[in-house]
């Protein structure tokens, strides 16, 4: 339900429709995550991985003299368009696709400065591209490692970023593992910092929660104290790590709502399958 009701409002906000896996031949799956590594200062090698919208994964590696790899992003994406050298390796789980396309169409460019950071180390660049309703690209720069370092410090592009160092390690990982050469990535934060809620006011808390049911509505929850003292240590040792994906939730979900001595609301917190829920998307917990 949660991921039907996205989808709908994806069509509303952007007239940009998410084609269905099995495209036809006339309608082939347009990229919409790619990464690559030019190496040109002591070789001549290009590395490539990118993912379409229908998950299917591929990779191309060669001599750039050979492959004749192109400079900007728009011949990039022609190139990969057209090209008969890619390898396919795999094709995306439907859940995993699903979260990288909510990601990919609410990335937004919040980069730093491109700085310098060795010299001789490559170039790894890596991609997010949506498409607007005319079929026009729009391309978001995630990260840049190697020569120079560039990160989007958004947690879509962040959360893209980890996607495509995790599905292609053998693009990413000179230029990106080196010392300094490599964007620093999501910043782990704990839960109740992420929250805004005082890990002592919580404790003393009375503490309400429930199931959220798309069809039922709230159902709550009678919490014993061992319920208590698990959610508490939930949010006491949690940490946030990166973001899952944009997906609105409108059921399947616990909610828990903290009050004080005086019935005053002082936090909540909503899980799912074992992820946090913000306004935003659904989040990655850890525990130290």
């Known amino acids: 339900m949660r991921k039907l009701f996205f989808i709908f409002v994806l069509i509303l906000m952007t007239g940009m429709i998410i084609p269905a896996a099995g495209s ?4 082939t ?3 919409i995550l790619y990464t690559y590594y030019r190496q040109m200062g002591w070789g001549d090698r290009v590395q490539i991985g990118c993912v379409d919208e229908d998950g299917v994964i591929r990779t191309l590696t060669g001599s750039d003299s050979d492959l004749k790899w192109p400079y900007k992003p728009e011949e990039q994406l022609e190139y990969l368009s057209q090209t008969d050298k ?3 390796e795999g094709t995306m789980e439907y859940n995993d696709l699903f979260s990288v396309k909510s990601l990919v169409y609410s990335v937004e460019d919040q980069g730093s400065k491109t700085v310098p950071a060795a010299n001789d180390a490559g170039t790894e660049k890596s991609y997010a591209v949506r498409y ?5 690209p729009e391309f978001i720069l995630l990260g840049v490692s190697g020569d120079d370092v560039f990160e989007n410090q958004d947690p879509n592009a962040q959360s893209l970023y980890r996607t495509l160092r995790l599905r292609f390690p053998g693009v990413t990982s000179y230029a990106y593992d080196s010392l300094g050469m490599g964007p620093h990535g999501f910043d782990p934060v704990p839960v109740a910092d992420f929250i805004g809620l ?3 006011a919580a404790s003393a808390a009375e503490i309400k929660g429930g199931l959220i049911d798309c069809e039922e509505g709230y159902i709550p929850r ?8 698990e959610l508490l240590s939930f949010i006491k040792n949690g940490i946030v790590t990166g973001k899952a994906d944009c997906v609105i939730s409108t059921g399947g979900m616990y909610s828990y709502a903290f009050y004080d001595s005086e019935e ?4 909540t917190i909503d899980l799912e399958d074992g992820l946090l829920i913000k306004g935003d998307g ?3 917990i850890d525990f130290k």
């Open 222 to 229: 009678e919490m014993t104290e061992d319920d208590k003292a």
């Open 132 to 136: 607007s309703k005319d079929g026009t």
């Open 29 to 31: 799956p347009r990229i």
């Open 264 to 267: 005053k609301l002082i936090g």
């Open 282 to 284: 659904h989040y990655y």
């Open 24 to 27: 036809t031949e006339e309608d």
């Open 86 to 88: 890619l390898t396919a």
């Open 198 to 200: 005082n890990i002592l």
